[in-house]
T-cell receptor, first 111, second 113 residues
Framework: QKEVEQDPGPLSVPEGAIVSLNCTYS??????FMWYRQYSRKGPELLMY????GNKEDGRFTAQVDKSSKYISLFIRDSQPSDSATYLC???????????FGTGTRLQVFP | DADVTQTPRNRITKTGKRIMLECSQT?????MYWYRQDPGLGLRLIYY???????NKGEISDGYSVSRQAQAKFSLSLESAIPNQTALYFC????????????FGSGTQLSVL
C-alpha cells in the first residue's frame, strides 16, 4: 500500500462548478500537508500549505485536513478554465523529513 | 527570471550515453533535490542535498549520480542512459527542515532512445 493515495482522474467539470480533490494517507505522524498545482510541461507550484488539522482558505481555494480519518481535501469554488491542471497532494512529518507526494489528479474545467 | 533554472529543457539521447542535467537557483536555499516524474507514478526522489558537503540518496538513485558544485548549483548525471530513464526531471529547492515548501524548476524532458 502506498503511503499516500490519490485518485488520478481525469476529472472534467463545467466552469463555475465546485471541485473536490482528495488524498488519503497511512502515516499518522504526518503533520504538514500541501497541495501543489502543475500546469502541463511546468514544474509544480505550491498552492496551499496546512499544518496539522483544520481548514485553510485562500480565495477560491480551501484546504481541509482530517487527521482522525487520515484524509485531506482541496476544494475549488467557482472553478475556471485556468484551473485546468494536475493537482498533487504532499505531506511530511514524524520521522519522514521529505515530502511524500500523491500521484496527482488531472482536472479539466471546460467553458 | 526564474528562481530555479534547469537546463536543458529537452534532451534526446541514445542508450549508453552519459548526460548531465543542470540546476541553478537564486533563492539562497541550502536544500536542493532531484525528482523524476512518470505518468501514474508521480514524483519520485532521486537525490537530495542539504548543503554543499551533504549528498543523500533518495528512493530511486540507482543509475544516477549528483554533484553539488556550490550552494546554488546541483547537477544530475546519468552515467549510461537507458530507455526506462525516459521521464520528466525536476530540480527543487527548500529552505528549512520538516514542513519544507518545495520550489520547483520548469523541468527537463529526457528521452533515451
Amino acid at each position: 500500500q502506498k503511503e499516500v493515495e490519490q485518485d488520478p482522474g481525469p476529472l472534467s467539470v463545467p466552469e463555475g462548478a465546485i471541485v473536490s480533490l482528495n488524498c488519503t494517507y497511512s502515516n499518522s505522524a504526518f503533520q504538514y500537508f500541501m497541495w501543489y498545482r502543475q500546469y502541463s510541461r511546468k514544474g509544480p507550484e505550491l498552492l496551499m500549505y496546512t499544518y496539522s488539522s483544520g481548514n485553510k482558505e485562500d480565495g477560491r481555494f480551501t484546504a481541509q485536513v482530517d487527521k482522525s480519518s487520515k484524509y485531506i481535501s482541496l476544494f475549488i469554488r467557482d472553478s475556471q478554465p485556468s484551473d485546468s491542471a494536475t493537482y498533487l497532494c504532499a505531506m511530511s512529518g514524524g520521522n519522514t523529513d521529505k515530502l511524500i507526494f500523491g500521484t496527482g489528479t488531472r482536472l479539466q474545467v471546460f467553458p | 527570471d526564474a528562481d530555479v533554472t534547469q537546463t536543458p529543457r529537452n534532451r534526446i539521447t541514445k542508450t549508453g550515453k552519459r548526460i548531465m542535467l543542470e540546476c541553478s537557483q537564486t533563492k539562497g536555499h541550502d536544500r536542493m533535490y532531484w525528482y523524476r516524474q512518470d505518468p501514474g507514478l508521480g514524483l519520485r526522489l532521486i537525490y537530495y542535498s542539504f548543503d554543499v558537503k551533504d549528498i543523500n540518496k533518495g528512493e530511486i538513485s540507482d543509475g544516477y549520480s549528483v554533484s553539488r558544485q556550490a550552494q546554488a548549483k546541483f547537477s544530475l548525471s546519468l552515467e549510461s542512459a537507458i530507455p526506462n530513464q525516459t521521464a520528466l526531471y525536476f530540480c527543487a529547492t527548500s529552505e528549512t527542515n520538516q514542513g519544507d515548501k518545495l520550489f520547483f524548476g520548469s523541468g527537463t524532458q529526457l528521452s533515451v532512445l
